[in-house]
């Protein structure tokens, strides 16, 4: 990505940046989230809800790479992956999503908003 692109979006309200992101993995079918070394996913907690980070670039996710995430692995999750385990893990620890976080915090959504938003997106290409 280009460096001012990048600028730009990190200037965007977190919802213009969930927004960005929704179109972003509905074209390219790709997200990026961080691991621990152990395999675990990175979760953070803020007022008493665990998040998940996602990103929709690589290059987003290694920005955010900070705060005792400098020495976590970044990995590309696909649709299949997000249907196959990702969705279960979320529903089965009372997970949201954060999407997008910058200093720790993007635009936070329910599983089902997030299906919801994603999907109606997806129409949008048929």
């Given at each position: 990505?280009?460096?001012?692109?990048?600028?730009?979006?990190?200037?965007?309200?977190?919802?213009?940046?969930?927004q960005?992101?929704?179109?972003?993995?509905?074209?390219?079918?790709i997200a990026y989230t961080f691991i621990f070394?152990?395999?675990d996913y990175a979760i953070s907690t803020i007022d008493d809800k665990k998040l998940l980070p996602i990103w929709s670039?690589?290059?987003?996710?290694?920005?955010?790479k900070t705060d005792g995430w400098e020495n976590c692995i970044i990995i590309e999750l696909t649709f299949d992956d997000f249907e196959e385990t990702l969705f279960d893990y979320i529903d089965e620890n009372n997970l949201l999503l954060n999407v997008?976080?910058?200093?720790?915090?993007?635009?936070?959504?329910?599983?089902?908003?997030?299906?919801?938003?994603?999907?109606?997106?997806?129409?949008?290409?048929?």
């Open positions: 990505m280009h460096p001012k692109e990048i600028e730009n979006i990190l200037k965007l309200t977190p919802f213009e940046r969930y960005y992101f929704i179109r972003k993995i509905a074209d390219r079918e070394s152990n395999g670039a690589k290059e987003f996710a290694e920005l955010s997008f976080p910058t200093d720790k915090t993007g635009f936070v959504v329910s599983l089902e908003e997030f299906a919801r938003d994603l999907k109606d997106e997806l129409e949008q290409y048929q």
